[in-house]
T-cell receptor, first 113, second 116 residues
Framework: DAMVIQNPRYQVTQFGKPVTLSCSQT?????MYWYQQKSSQAPKLLFH???????NEADTPDNFQSRRPNTSFCFLDIRSPGLGDAAMYLC????????????FGPGTRLTVL | GQQVMQIPQYQHVQEGEDFTTYCNSS?????IQWYKQRPGGHPVFLIQ?????EVKKQKRLTFQFGEAKKNSSLHITATQTTDVGTYFC????????????????FGKGTKLSVKP
């Protein structure tokens, strides 16, 4: 059974048109992460939530926002997608912190036209 | 800032040959994790190493954590086509008191291709 679910798997949007990606987990983990991964590159951490505590990486553009309404769900909002935002967006969870194993979802591939 | 460097970036091997990827950090790590990402897939956790000089094995995979806890390696013996994918190391900085600090920092990965 899938433990970290991401929807949609593929998302096409237009330049500047807001888009929301969703992640849900059945693991009841405290921490949820959002990573951006471009082709042949390492996952780049955008931000994470420890429970309701939001932690933004210093170099994450303001264009990227996140919401975590409850333990199970986390959303990534891209307010005005640019061509450079086309990437795979990976959601991951861990039980408590970075020391713990991270469980990745299948990702959402975002295309910006 | 903390960096995790991984080499080589690409490795092409004949099936049955061995493969090694190396990971080096600019700072001492409290732990290092290894992930495998199949083509078109997402990273999947393989193992975590926390002790200086630690060696762990999973069938044909051998993982090492350096004595200084600044480097690690993954060695695959007798590669198979199912080993194809990108292998990422990810490390977390160790504090002066031996704890962990900050988030996991991923290396750029080593992409392995295996020719049958």
């Amino acid at each position: 059974d899938a433990m970290v679910i991401q929807n949609p798997r593929y998302q096409v949007t237009q330049f500047g048109k807001p888009v929301t990606l969703s992640c849900s987990q059945t693991l009841n983990h405290n921490v949820m992460y959002w990573y951006q991964q471009k082709s042949s590159q390492a996952p780049k951490l955008l931000f994470h939530y420890y429970d309701k505590d939001f932690n933004n990486e210093a170099d994450t553009p303001d264009n990227f926002q996140s919401r975590r309404p409850n333990t199970s769900f986390c959303f990534l909002d891209i307010r005005s997608p640019g061509l450079g935002d086309a990437a795979m967006y990976l959601c991951a969870t861990s039980r408590d912190g970075s020391t713990d194993t991270q469980y990745f979802g299948p990702g959402t591939r975002l295309t910006v036209l | 800032g903390q960096q995790v460097m991984q080499i080589p970036q690409y490795q092409h091997v004949q099936e049955g040959e061995d493969f090694t990827t190396y990971c080096n950090s600019s700072t001492t790590l409290s732990n290092i994790q290894w992930y495998k990402q199949r083509p078109g897939g997402h990273p999947v956790f393989l193992i975590q190493l926390v002790k200086s000089g630690e060696v762990k094995k999973q069938k044909r995979l051998t993982f090492q954590f350096g004595e200084a806890k600044k480097n690690s390696s993954l060695h695959i013996t007798a590669t198979q086509t199912t080993d194809v994918g990108t292998y990422f190391c990810a490390g977390q900085k160790e504090t002066d008191y031996g704890g962990s600090q900050g988030n996991l920092i991923f290396g750029k990965g080593t992409k392995l291709s295996v020719k049958p």
